[in-house]
């Protein structure tokens, strides 16, 4: 079945760089989603990496895929106050719409 | 703005009460979806509904009993809940697409549930 691991919280500096792990064990996964939760709020998809990449960037975050070792991570550069909230990795199959979700990382960005 | 409405975002309930959650989408997607968010948990994927048909039931106990009246709409029907029920119920829809890749899920606010 389909398990998605997180560690549990992260603080940082503002103006450093912080990295979010997520691991998970269903090989068949097709799409990777990294989803932020501010308080308060739903769900926000932030991006996603089809699996037959290695690597994305958008603008200020880079998600890194080492599908050999099922391991997923985000990097936000210049991490800023605005960036503290819940990060969920999340996973899914080719063809269907159901999610699997990460306990989520919790990221504290500290003046 | 994420097109993805619920109400109401809190709600307090007693075990023996009946209550309704409510989400709505202005987004034109035809799938819905009821998570259920607990502290320290993985988000629980609890029903899907595609073309307002219900697809998925994760196996979720009776006294949740979900309805789609339409593509834009769905409830969540809450009867004789257990005090370990309290949690953020978050609401999500997307565009469903047959033998295609997952499309993204727009999620709603969500409603903080807690049953005395």
């Known amino acids: 079945g389909e398990d998605v691991e997180q560690s549990l919280f992260l603080s940082v500096r503002e103006g450093d760089s912080s990295v979010i792990n997520c691991t998970y064990t269903?090989?068949?996964?097709?799409?990777l989603y990294w989803y932020k939760q501010e308080p308060g709020a739903g769900l926000q998809l932030l991006t996603y990496?089809?699996?037959?990449?290695d690597m994305k960037q958008d603008q200020r975050l880079t998600v890194l895929l080492n599908k050999k070792d099922k391991h997923l991570s985000l990097r936000i550069a210049d991490t800023q106050t605005g960036d503290s909230a819940i990060y969920f990795c999340?996973?899914?199959?080719?063809?269907?719409?159901?999610?699997?979700f990460g306990k989520g990382n919790q990221v504290v960005v500290i003046p | 703005e994420t097109g993805v409405t619920q109400t109401p975002r809190h709600l307090v309930m007693g075990m023996t009460n009946k209550k309704s959650l409510k989400c709505e989408q202005h987004l034109g997607h035809n799938a819905m979806y009821w998570y259920k968010q607990s502290a320290k948990k993985p988000l629980e994927l609890m029903f899907v509904y595609n073309f307002k048909e219900q697809t998925e039931n994760n196996s979720v106990p009776s006294r949740f009993s979900p309805e789609c009246p339409n593509s834009s709409h769905l409830f969540l029907h809450l009867h004789t809940l257990q005090p370990e029920d309290s949690a953020l119920y978050l609401c999500?829809?997307?565009?469903?697409?047959?033998?295609?890749?997952?499309?993204?899920?727009?999620f709603g606010p969500g409603t903080r549930l807690t049953v005395t």
């Open positions: 269903d090989s068949s996964s097709t799409y």
């Open positions: 999340a996973e899914s199959g080719y063809g269907n719409n159901r999610l699997a």
């Open positions: 990496i089809f699996s037959n990449m």
């Open positions: 999500a829809s997307s565009q469903a697409k047959s033998g295609g890749p997952t499309d993204e899920q727009y």
